[in-house]
């Protein structure tokens, strides 16, 4: 495994969260790479030591985010429907500031991109809770159709202006599954 330079992190941090103070105000098309490093008080050559792109930029943040959902994830290792609908909500509700920015300047395709990257090592945690009730490529299938399912709530949610708390998320989605489940 590579040893990743501290120095080199932080300034991916700090261009990151340069682009992301720009785009609060501008349009990313029109953020440049010189605007973002002199934000980020970094010299233009620092931007191109760690990314290519503003996007890479952007890239690089969806995994940082990714990466912080996964250490949330560990830090309680309930792994009931109901308990993760609210963590996941919870998780979100934490980085709404994120998540409308991206969408905002529709963005939000790259997590989508990156969040698609982690189901390996969420799928990994729900075959040791759940025990193979089911074979491997149910437990997959179960798993898509359900982050697809809060995917699209997610995006439903952060659209609303009377956003509802994690825990009232929790309430709908499992009465919609117990009506779901009931139906079939």
């Known amino acids: ?3 990743s330079n501290p120095i080199a992190e932080q300034s ?3 261009l990151a969260q340069s682009l992301f103070d720009l785009m609060e105000k501008q349009n990313y098309s029109e953020i440049t790479i010189t605007e973002i490093s002199e ?3 970094l010299a233009r050559r620092t931007f191109y030591r760690n990314f290519r792109s503003k996007e890479d930029v952007v890239i690089y943040s969806c995994t940082q985010l990714c990466e912080s959902y996964m250490r949330y994830l560990d830090e309680d290792m309930e792994y009931s429907i ?3 609908i609210q963590v996941y909500f919870t998780f979100w509700q934490e980085h709404i500031d994120y998540l409308t920015v991206l969408t905002d300047h529709h963005l939000i ?3 989508i991109d990156v969040s ?4 390996p090592q969420i799928y990994g945690r729900f075959r040791e809770y759940w025990k193979a009730d089911c074979s491997d490529k149910e437990l997959e299938y179960c798993l898509l159709f359900n982050m697809g399912g809060l995917w699209n709530l997610l995006m439903k949610w952060l659209y609303d202006e009377n956003r509802e708390t994690p825990l009232e998320m929790e309430r709908m989605i499992h009465k919609s599954l117990h009506y779901f489940m009931k139906s079939i």
């Open 109 to 111: 395709c790259h997590l």
């Open 39 to 41: 934000n980020a008080q």
């Open 12 to 14: 991916k941090q700090w």
């Open 1 to 3: 495994m590579k040893k």
């Open 116 to 119: 698609n990257e982690y189901w």
């Open 82 to 84: 109901r308990h993760i």
